[in-house]
Structures are given as structure tokens and as C-alpha cells.
């Protein structure tokens, strides 16, 4: 079976990636792999581009974390999904401790990401612009940005990071977004919205962390990608796929569900000329951040903690 970057690109798709942190490269083993262009094709910053690292107090950057990914990427020749610029959590409380008006706040989020896509300008195929905006029902999530300045936060923000570097993709991403319901129809909105403030949103990221076994179905997360297509963008990908076991051992039965759980996603993409690309939220279990944020719950990568290729890398490498 040939590696998975490889295969995506001559299915037409743009890349098959993976996320990355910091402290995982220092193992040389991991290294290698994440450094394999037939086999990842581009990179996400698990952290180092967050609020909380890059403007950690105000007027304040840093960029040494998000450097040294982006900098591994372009010398690898891999593409980079920039993450994230506005999102309620990593934040540091600076910013959502303060009482702004809507004057402030708004100049505290154009100088951010005035600052930050600068700093990266044309070394991001993407920007993950705004992140997780919507709760579960479809109402915006709480957040110092929805409490000061409503829905305006989000155009506000899609504004300033096109001005900062207009070549680059500018996506809304969100989870459970990727099946029908109240979250995916009020993301379609978010769509709109933006469109609307006369702002420009080229793509929607669905983040994609699911569980084994009720993952969705192939019809119905084909469906979802196309209707965010009708809706506007023009571009859509999976940006943080993992499928995770709730309970720990996993079993062989339980490898085989997970397999067709992510052969499903991958059809999915490939069923739609539109969906560009699949990023795995890392490739082994070993880095993964199921465990630490899901007690008791992981085995979620398609390489397993010692690095070797579990079933659902072979089904995904075979599907695509
Ligand atoms: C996660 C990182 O992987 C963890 O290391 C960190 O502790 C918390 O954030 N949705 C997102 C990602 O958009 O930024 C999150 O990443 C996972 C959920």
C-alpha cells in the first residue's frame, strides 16, 4: 500500500496531513514520520498559534512554538493549516477577563490578527479564522467576543485576516458541524452571515472527532459538505479528524468498527471535489489529546502508541 499524501494527491485532493505539537518532535521516530511528505502532506500547529502562546499578554507576541512548526513544514515542503486566531478557549484572560466596550474589543482582535497573519504571511495555505463559535443547539456559545460585540466578532475577523494576508484560505471551523442538525444548519449561517458584513470566507473546517461506532454515515456527512459548498465557500475540508474508543482496551472487533467508521469520512472527501484535504488531529495515539481531555477514553490516531499502522490506516490507504 502506497502513503497516504501520496494517494490523496493522485485522488485530486490537495493534501492528506496531520497535526503536530511542539515536544513530540524531539522523538526522532515521530519525526520521521511527520516529516514524510508521501505520507503527510501538510501540517496543522496543535497549539503554538493560539492567542494564549502568541499574544500572551497585550501588545505582547511570540512565536517561537508556531515557528518551529511552520518552519518543519517549509522545510519539508508540506503545506500549513494555520490554528486558530479568535476562540473562547487558550485564551488568555487578559482578553476575556477584560470589560471592553465594543471600540476596544474590536481593536483588541483587528491588532491581533493583524499581527499574527503577518507575521505568517504566505506560509499558510489556511486560516482556521474563527474557531467553535456555536453551541450544540445552534445559538452562539458565550464568549468575551459574542457577550461585547454579538455576532460582529465573526466578520470583524474574517475582515482583518484578509487584509493581513490576502492569499491565504480564510475557514470558520467547528465540531459537529460535519451531520445534518442544528449546529451544521446554524454553520451554514455563520456562511452568511460573514457574506453578508461583505467580508470573505473561503472554506469551512469540520474538525471531525468522533467516536467508534457512532460516527456518522457516509451519505449524510457527503450531504453536509456539499450543502456548506451550495451555501457559498468554496472549499471544505476535514481539519481535525480522530475517532476515539470511549472504552480502553480497544478490541480487535472494535479496530475493524473503527476502520469503517474512518473509511466513511475519507469517501466522504473523495466524494466531493470541493473537500480538499484530511487532517488526522496527529497520526499516533501516542501524541494524541483524547486521553488527557476524555478521561478513560483515546485509541483514537491510525497509528497506534508504538507508531504501527493500525486497520484504519490500511482501510483509509486503500480507499483512497
Ligand atoms: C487541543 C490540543 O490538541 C491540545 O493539546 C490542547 O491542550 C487543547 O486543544 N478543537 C480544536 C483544537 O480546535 O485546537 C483542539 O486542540 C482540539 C479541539
New binding site residues.
Partial sequence: LAQLNKLAEAAGKLYLGS?T?NSELSNSSYLAIISDTDEFGEITP??GQ?WQYTEPSQGTFSYTSGDQIVDLAEANGQLVRC??LV?H??LPSWVSSGSWTTAQLTSIIQTHIANEVSHYKGQCYSW?VV??ALNEDGTYRTSVFYTVLGTDYIPIAFEAAAAADPAAKLYY?D?NIEYSGAKHTAAVGIIDLIQTAGAKIDGVGL?A?FIVGSSPGQADLTNVLKAYVAAGVSEVAYT?LDIRFTTLPYTAAGLQQQASDYAAVTKACLAVNECVGITI??FTDKYS?IP??FAGQGGACLYDENFSKKPAWTTVSSIL
Fill in positions: 497535526a505539537d496543535g497549539n493560539k490554528h486558530t476562540w478557549s487558550q482556521d474557531n467553535e471551523n465540531y474538525q472527532h481535525e488531529w496527529d489529546w488527557s481531555t
